[in-house]
């Protein structure tokens, strides 16, 4: 296989065809990375069709890529036709070659799941008062029991007027989409909103729309010509064989949602709402995302449904908004009365429904302990985090913008130590300009204040973060090709725009500028020069500059670079992934490439050597430095900074409160010497939550 983003192969019939590409994703196709595609796609005149040995898709359609059925490894080519053929090939080529933006920490779970959700994560019943379900999302709730099924939408079969029928449908099609719209404006997890925006696309699905107007032509009414459409295409993902396509098959729900969607606006009947009263855990056959996403959270304690598993688009509902879930849990659930009292426990996977007093008391005492210890935690969040013998650590938050910002202040963090600036360069047609980014900059500046630190990463693309307007080359091994700065490298005056932007946020905190993924000192010096040249020409002074560790070159190097740099921030998820060479998002690896390893703690080790021999500080933001278990050990190692998750400040600061610098020294010793991850975990057990 050649380049895909290059030239395309040959012509066929007039078309021209692309060259092959094997797909990455774990999950093949499923609806997120076909609505990326397809949104691409559709920015070319001409006609694309996806090709796999004798099956094709059209490119521009979500439904048609859907049920092509892909697997990871399969070969695809991009076949097109018409004038920009040629440019077509080579960006859907290159955005599949990078997997059409597929969140990467998600592959792990999806191709367990996908294998056999009932053997991989069903927990067998302990007792005869239990259903056992998969987990869907973790948590224990104690509540009583609402029964939910969806009503049945009656509509007409014909109609004499074409045209009015046609009408009809157009605007229910825009009022499905307004909906969607305004459940988003209620999701703020990415994953969630991606979701609905998949639904979007579903809407404007050419496949289904053509099959649909084309009913509606013949004289029969609109709603009944629209749910032939989209029961055809559910049913058809709903029947792919074989185990690998569990995850289509769970798909065919997301299109019956759209479809149920249009199809009461059609027949002139509300929305399906769902009633609970305080303390309710739901129990249904199925639950739409459109159900979930409109849930009332104040008053929801957890679901099950007797469909779907872990991978399914609830279960990433329910697992962003923090409900504990269950799906596949046993049929017998749905003959369980109104108003039965039950325990949920979603990590465990089982819906104990005839709980005894003790059971209850248990749950309760549990949930009451999880409960007194977060309430500590928020009540002393504001203070500093300073071990028992007086050693300061600095705790801040990863965010993406200033609403995320304000969140981290209000929960006691003490700056922002890593500012994701793609979250601007995401989702759209274009780069954002100098203008927008700065706005966005100074956002998060003045959220933060004058005395806070603000570190602001440059765009980290590449690999498994690609942009659809910045269309890479497609790379064999692309998580060591065109990544993280040698993207900006690589694009110069994207790269100067962005640190413009940046600068225009000096003064207004503490700010830190930082390059991703940097790898030789070439690198960085050449980005440094850059930065230094667009400063000179801004007349602005007051920043520091530092750089990210997430590959072995630079932890080995670090003594070098810290003679460079003014601080190193480590990124564990990158770093132990280059240094065990096990990919993170690997379905059989991802367990083992753990940043625990005594590996990884040897570079971050190193690191810490290599900084402090230069007077320069090491901060961790990386999922290490959320990890209660690891942070004795980066405190140890010489760590004094730790960027965490929003929600996970106040624990993080309580828990260096507990904490001895002294101690946390002779423990990361001893840990940096044994052998295996297994036996760092099992001597850092006693600081697990």
Same mark, same amino acid.
């Given at each position: ?12 019939? =007039? ?10 994703? $774990? ?12 949104? +691409? %796609? ?5 006609? +694309? ?41 080579? !960006? ?27 053997? &991989? ?53 825009? %009022? ?60 058809? @993902? ?51 995302? /459109? ?15 007797? &469909? ?6 609830? !279960? ?27 325990? +949920? ?51 801040? %938050? ?14 006691? =963090?003490?700056?922002?130590? @890593? ?28 959220? @933060? ?8 990463? &440059? ?9 659809? #307007? ?82 072995? /070159?630079?932890?080995? @190097?670090?003594?070098?670079? $810290? ?14 992934? #280059? ?75 309580? +828990? ?29 057990? !006693?600081? %697990?939550?």
């Amino acid at each position: 296989m050649t380049n895909a983003a290059t030239a395309p192969e040959g012509v066929a019939g =007039g078309a021209l065809i692309g060259d092959a590409v094997r797909l990455p994703n $774990a999950t093949g196709l499923h609806a997120r990375p076909a609505a990326m595609l397809v949104a +691409l %796609a559709k920015k070319y005149q001409s006609t +694309l069709r996806l090709v796999r040995g004798e099956d094709e898709a059209n490119a521009k359609s979500v439904v048609s890529i859907m049920a092509l059925g892909t697997r990871q490894g399969d070969i695809l080519r991009v076949k097109a036709m018409g004038a920009d053929a040629a440019e077509a090939i080579g !960006a859907v080529s290159a955005l599949l070659v990078a997997g059409c933006g597929e969140l990467h920490e998600e592959a792990p779970v999806a191709v367990a799941m996908a294998a056999s959700p009932a053997e &991989t994560v069903r927990v067998a019943a302990p007792s005869v008062n239990a259903l056992s379900g998969v987990c869907a999302s973790p948590g224990l709730a104690v509540g009583r029991i609402v029964q939910y099924r969806q009503d049945v939408i009656v509509v007409a079969e014909t109609d004499e007027s074409p045209e009015r029928e046609h009408g009809k449908l157009v605007a229910a099609l825009k %009022a499905a989409q307004d909906q969607i719209e305004a459940l988003k404006n209620g999701v703020a997890d990415p994953a969630g909103a991606a979701i609905l925006d998949a639904h979007q696309h579903l809407l404007q699905d050419p496949d289904l729309l053509e099959i649909a107007v084309a009913g509606v032509m013949q004289s029969q009414a609109a709603g009944h010509a629209w749910r032939l459409a989209f029961m055809q295409y559910a049913q058809q @993902l709903e029947c792919l064989e074989g185990a690998h396509n569990a995850l289509l098959r769970e798909r065919g729900s997301d299109i019956r949602d759209v479809g149920r969607r249009v199809l009461a606006l059609l027949a002139g009947v509300k929305p399906s709402h769902i009633d609970l009263p305080h303390g309710a855990i739901l129990i249904a056959e199925e639950l739409t995302p /459109s159900d979930t996403a409109s849930l009332d959270r104040s008053k929801l304690l957890g679901f099950c449904t007797t &469909t779907g598993g872990a991978t399914s688009h609830v !279960a990433i509902l329910a697992r962003s908004f923090g409900i504990p879930a269950l799906c596949g849990v046993d049929e017998a659930a749905l003959a369980l009365a109104q108003g039965t009292l039950v325990v +949920l426990d979603g990590a465990q996977g089982l819906l104990h429904h005839a709980p005894s007093e003790s059971d209850i008391a248990q749950a309760h005492e549990r949930m009451a302990q999880q409960a007194a210890r977060r309430e500590q935690e928020a009540a002393l969040a504001l203070d500093a985090a300073v071990t028992t013998d007086g050693h300061r650590i600095e705790v801040v %938050a990863n965010v993406r913008n200033a609403t995320e910002a304000r969140e981290a202040v209000a929960l006691g =963090g003490e700056g922002v130590g @890593l500012l994701r600036s793609e979250f601007l360069f995401d989702e759209r047609d274009t780069a954002p300009s100098e203008d927008e980014q700065a706005a966005a900059y100074v956002a998060v500046a003045d959220a @933060l204040g004058a005395q806070r630190t603000l570190v602001i990463r &440059t765009l980290d693309v590449g690999g498994d973060k690609p942009l659809p #307007y910045l269309p890479l080359p497609k790379e064999d091994n692309p998580f060591l090709g065109l990544r993280g700065v040698r993207v900006s490298l690589d694009q110069p005056e994207m790269f100067r725009t962005q640190l413009r932007a940046i600068l225009r946020a000096s003064g207004k905190a503490r700010l830190h500028i930082m390059f991703p993924m940097i790898a030789t000192l070439e690198e960085l010096r050449e980005a440094k020069a850059l930065l230094a040249a667009e400063a000179a020409a801004s007349g602005h002074s007051d920043f520091k500059v530092g750089i990210m560790i997430e590959v072995p /070159s630079a932890a080995l @190097l670090a003594e070098q670079f $810290a003679r460079e740099t003014d601080f190193f921030s480590i990124g564990t998820n990158d770093l132990t992934q #280059y240094t065990l060479a096990m990919d993170r998002g690997h379905h059989k690896l991802a367990k083992k490439a753990d940043g625990l390893h005594p590996s990884v703690l040897k570079m971050i080790a190193l690191t810490c050597e290599g900084a402090a021999r230069h007077g320069k500080w090491v901060g961790v933001c990386g999922s290490l430095a959320s990890d209660a278990m690891a942070v004795p050990v980066l405190i140890g190692l010489g760590v004094s900074e730790l960027s965490v998750s929003v929600p996970a400040t106040p624990a993080i600061k309580a +828990l260096v409160r507990r904490l001895s610098l002294n101690d946390c020294k002779v423990l990361a010793q001893e840990v940096i010497q044994l052998g295996t991850t297994a036996e760092v975990r099992a001597r850092l057990a !006693a600081f %697990a939550p």
